[in-house]
């Protein structure tokens, strides 16, 4: 199973955009989905992430009131709605799933935490 990020585009500073996470071949119900993001030259970090039954949400700090973690789990779907975007979001976006709940410690563990992995998505801010 692989989870594929979807909904990258090269948007303006201040813009807003929304990602879309889904399973190929599977599904999120009873997983924790993050989303990461990795910068030219820099390591992945992550963004955000949501819990099975959306109890649970985290939010890195450059991005909070900013961004909004949500599901769908009748969709198999995991969204990142981005506003007020800067040049600093500029990055390839990418969801992953766990069976941990999302927390601080879970976030702060890093991608190491998260698997099925699939191809990101593109976000350029830019003007």
């Known amino acids: 199973v692989q989870l594929q990020a979807s909904g990258g585009g090269l948007v303006q500073p201040g813009s807003s955009l929304t990602l879309s996470c889904t399973a190929s071949?599977?599904?999120?119900?009873?997983?924790?989905v993050g989303w990461f993001r990795q910068a030219p030259g820099k390591e992945r970090e992550g963004v955000s992430c949501?819990?099975?039954?959306?109890?649970?949400?985290y939010y890195a700090d450059p991005v909070k009131g900013r961004f909004t973690v949500s599901r769908d789990n009748a969709k198999n779907m995991v969204y990142l709605q981005m506003s007020s975007l800067i040049p600093e979001d500029t990055a390839v976006y990418y969801c992953?799933?766990?069976?941990?709940?999302?927390?601080?410690?879970?976030?702060?563990?890093?991608?190491?935490?998260?698997?099925?992995w699939g191809q990101g998505t593109l976000v350029t801010v830019s003007s």
């Open positions: 949501i819990s099975s039954t959306s109890h649970k949400t």
């Open positions: 071949g599977g599904f999120l119900d009873f997983y924790s």
């Open positions: 992953a799933r766990t069976l941990e709940t999302c927390s601080d410690d879970l976030m702060a563990v890093g991608p190491e935490s998260f698997g099925s």
